[in-house]
């Protein structure tokens, strides 16, 4: 299955990297790749993932890389999209669904 970023979900990597790398730019590299590649092997099971609680959606999942969620959409048999990432403890927003 493709896996593909949606443009939030890449300036969200990127606010991350940005956040971690003020004190370990070697920690943050490490942190964006774990999740990249947690997000990737969604790919090869794609129902793996939790129903999100917030939306339970069928299509709306969720991986955990901690402490970090990673929320992706199944679009077809062969379509996936990452939706967005977010600390846990962050809330997220009503129009994600």
Known sequence: MRVRFAEEALARLRAIHAYIAQDS???AAAMIDRITRRAERTGDLPRIGRKVPEYQ??????VLERPY???YRIRSEDDLEIVTVMH???LLPEDLA
Do not use: A, G, H
């Open 25 to 27: 730019p070697q920690n």
């Open 57 to 62: 959606l069928d299509t709306l999942r969720e």
């Open 69 to 71: 969620r990673i929320i």
């Open 88 to 90: 846990y403890r962050q």
